[in-house]
C-alpha cells in the first residue's frame, strides 16, 4: 500500500448494511449493497486518498453493473484489496458479559481462496472490555489466542494481517479494570 492513505473499510456485515441503507430508505438486498460498494469504489480520486479497501466476504465476488470485478476495478486504481476474516463476536462462557470473535474454524480455505480473488490483506477484530474486573484474564487469553491464531494463517497464505484489538470502556471503567483513575470520556 502506498505510504499516507487511508484504509476504506466497506466490510460492513450484511445487517449491519441493511441499517446503513435502511438510513436513506433503500432496501437490504444484495443488487443494493452491491450498487452502494460500486458507488463508493467508483469514486472519482479515491486512489488519490485510500490506499487499501477491506470487503466484506459477499463484496470480494462482486462486479460493477458493467461486468468489472470490484478487485479488479480496485488494483487498477492502485488500491489493494483486504477482507474481514472473522465471523462476529460471541459471548464468552464463565466472564460478565466478554465476547471472543470467531472464524477460525475453516479460515485456512477461506484465506487461500481470498488470495486467490485478488486480496492481499485481511482484517480481523477482537473487542476487550475494559471496566470492573475487566477484561479478564480468560477474554486476554482466548482473544489474544484467536489473534494469533488468524494472523499465523493469514501470513501462511501470503495475506498481510491487520489485527485489531478493539477496547471498550464501560461504565465506571479504570485502566487495566483494576483500579486506578477512570477513564476519560
Known amino acids: 500500500m502506498a505510504l499516507s492513505f487511508g484504509i476504506l473499510a466497506t466490510d460492513e456485515s450484511i445487517p449491519t448494511a441493511g441499517k446503513r441503507l ?8 444484495l443488487e443494493n449493497r452491491r450498487a452502494f460498494r460500486e458507488l463508493l469504489y467508483t469514486a472519482p480520486d479515491l486512489n488519490k486518498y485510500i490506499s487499501g479497501v477491506i470487503m466484506f466476504d459477499e463484496t470480494l465476488y462482486q462486479s460493477t453493473a458493467d461486468g468489472v470485478r470490484f478487485v479488479r476495478l480496485l488494483r487498477e486504481r492502485g488500491i489493494d484489496v483486504g477482507i474481514k476474516v472473522d465471523t462476529g463476536l460471541q459471548p464468552l462462557f464463565g466472564t460478565d458479559g466478554e465476547t471472543a470473535t470467531q472464524g477460525l474454524d475453516g479460515l485456512r480455505p477461506r484465506c487461500k481462496a481470498y488470495r486467490a480473488e485478488g486480496a492481499t490483506f485481511a482484517k480481523w477484530r477482537a473487542v476487550l472490555k475494559v471496566g470492573h474486573g475487566m ?15 488468524y494472523a499465523s494463517i493469514c501470513q501462511e497464505h501470503g495475506l498481510v494481517p491487520i489485527v485489531e484489538p478493539e477496547v471498550r470502556g464501560t461504565e465506571g471503567a479504570t485502566p487495566g479494570g483494576r483500579g486506578g483513575r477512570a477513564l476519560a470520556s
Not at 22 to 29: F, Y
Not at 135 to 149: F, K, Q, V, W, Y
Open 135 to 149: 477484561p479478564s484474564e480468560r477474554a486476554i487469553t482466548d482473544n489474544a489466542h484467536g489473534l494469533a491464531r
Open 22 to 29: 435502511a438510513s436513506i430508505g433503500v432496501d437490504n438486498e
